[in-house]
């Protein structure tokens, strides 16, 4: 589902974010990306979604070549990626399900399917109730619920979380992973970087650590720092 192929990042021909990287993630499987402050996780997420280009190597997300693809195809590239980021960024002047809505305007549904799918998508998150409200009447959980809802709503085949829970409390961030873990069970590919150890500890996933940008462990059943 995901492939890095001897994958290498500069930033301004000095900054080694990501080098010789090459790993294969496979359809349905959950992986945490750890490391860190600066030791690449972000720059592998930006590389899948096509936000910045490798100077080195091939990267494919569903069988696409992404490194390769030319920019009309990119709007088809990030329909399979649904992504959860820290800070939710949602749009605090549209209720909770225009904000959910709009990821599918963007992606020409038709408003027919629109008033299917965002209720459905926020009642997978459970946030039925909260359809009308603005983000700003939200909690950080719930906040980070429509973000998800957002995320899943177009079916994306991928879900790329960067510190989904990073700042959200313990007991509200056990609430998302629940929520991911859910998700991921449905078939969908999770990949999510993390600083939260309690999370990775808990939930005993395949991890992927990255040390100035090198991958120095793939472990399956893994915890966030290394037990041999
Ligand atoms: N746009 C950019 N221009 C220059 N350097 C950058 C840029 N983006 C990232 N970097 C550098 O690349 C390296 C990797 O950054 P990246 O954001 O991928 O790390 P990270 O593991 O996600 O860190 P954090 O956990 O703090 O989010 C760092 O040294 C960072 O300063």
């Given at each position: 589902?995901?492939?890095?192929?001897?994958?290498?990042?500069?930033?301004?021909?000095?900054?080694?974010?990501?080098?010789?990287?090459?790993?294969?993630?496979?359809?349905?499987?959950?992986?945490?990306?750890?490391?860190?402050?600066?030791?690449?996780?972000?720059?592998?997420?930006?590389?899948?979604?096509?936000?910045?280009?490798?100077?080195r190597?091939d990267?494919?997300?569903?069988?696409?070549?992404?490194?390769?693809?030319?920019?009309?195809?990119?709007?088809?590239?990030?329909?399979?990626?649904?992504?959860?980021?820290?800070?939710?960024?949602?749009?605090?002047?549209?209720?909770?399900?225009?904000?959910?809505?709009?990821?599918?305007?963007?992606?020409?549904?038709?408003?027919?399917?629109?008033?299917?799918?965002?209720?459905?998508?926020?009642?997978?998150?459970?946030?039925?109730?909260?359809?009308?409200?603005?983000?700003?009447?939200?909690?950080?959980?719930?906040?980070?619920?429509?973000?998800i809802?957002?995320?899943?709503?177009?079916?994306?085949?991928?879900?790329?979380?960067?510190?989904?829970?990073?700042?959200?409390?313990?007991?509200?961030?056990?609430?998302?992973?629940?929520?991911?873990?859910?998700?991921?069970?449905?078939?969908t590919?999770?990949?999510?970087?993390?600083?939260?150890?309690?999370?990775?500890?808990?939930?005993?996933?395949?991890?992927?650590?990255l040390?100035?940008?090198?991958?120095?462990?793939?472990?399956?059943?893994?915890?966030?720092?290394?037990?041999?």
């Amino acid at each position: 589902m995901i492939r890095f192929d001897h994958v290498s990042k500069t930033y301004k021909k000095t900054i080694h974010a990501l080098d010789d990287i090459s790993v294969e993630i496979g359809k349905g499987e959950f992986v945490f990306l750890v490391g860190s402050s600066g030791s690449g996780k972000s720059t592998f997420i930006k590389l899948l979604l096509k936000d910045v280009d490798p100077d080195r190597g091939d990267i494919f997300v569903a069988g696409k070549r992404v490194n390769s693809l030319r920019s009309w195809r990119v709007p088809a590239l990030r329909r399979e990626l649904g992504c959860v980021f820290q800070d939710f960024k949602l749009l605090d002047n549209k209720t909770v399900f225009e904000n959910v809505a709009f990821a599918q305007e963007v992606t020409g549904q038709p408003p027919a399917q629109i008033r299917v799918d965002v209720p459905d998508a926020l009642s997978v998150v459970g946030l039925s109730h909260k359809s009308d409200a603005m983000p700003h009447e939200l909690s950080g959980g719930e906040q980070q619920r429509v973000s998800i809802a957002r995320a899943i709503v177009n079916r994306p085949r991928i879900m790329l979380c960067d510190e989904p829970t990073g700042n959200l409390d313990p007991e509200t961030s056990v609430g998302i992973m629940k929520l991911l873990d859910q998700i991921n069970r449905t078939g969908t590919t999770v990949l999510m970087a993390t600083h939260d150890s309690h999370i990775v500890d808990s939930m005993r996933r395949r991890v992927i650590e990255l040390q100035h940008g090198q991958m120095v462990r793939d472990q399956a059943r893994g915890t966030y720092g290394y037990a041999g």
